[in-house]
Nanobody
Framework: QGRLVESGGGLVQPGGSLRLSCAAS????????MGWFRQAPGKERVFVAG????????YYADSVKGRFTVSRDNAKSTVTLQMNSLKPEDTAVYYC?????????????????WGQGTQVTVSS
């Protein structure tokens, strides 16, 4: 069936960094597009970053551009989201997602595999 498991969340002060990882298992996600989404309390889930299966192209929400970097290692079946210069408004549950044939990486309905999420809290 395939399973995605996020890790690396936690509490960090404003201006700090966190590195989220998404480990895939149970099936090959090599040719899948991968995305990161986040959901803050009381808000809808929104797109954060995406990466093509070959890593040739990455996509970012305007709110994280220049601060976050998405990457993947197909040999290790992992996707990473490096988050720098974190702000309180980055506080949310972060989800890893996978899908095939995705054109618009920002639409969560296009992804058919999701992780359980990891909490990121940015606070002093």
């Amino acid at each position: 069936q395939g399973r995605l498991v996020e890790s690396g969340g936690g509490l960090v002060q404003p201006g700090g960094s966190l590195r989220l990882s998404c480990a895939a298992s149970g099936r090959t996600f090599t040719y899948y597009a991968m995305g990161w989404f986040r959901q803050a309390p009381g808000k809808e889930r929104v797109f954060v970053a995406g990466i093509t299966w070959s890593s040739s192209t990455t996509y970012y929400a305007d709110s994280v551009k220049g601060r976050f970097t998405v990457s993947r290692d197909n040999a290790k079946s992992t996707v990473t989201l490096q988050m720098n210069s974190l702000k309180p408004e980055d506080t949310a549950v972060y989800y890893c997602a996978a899908g095939r044939g995705i054109i618009d990486y920002t639409r969560d309905v296009k992804y058919d595999h999701w992780g359980q999420g990891t909490q990121v809290t940015v606070s002093s």
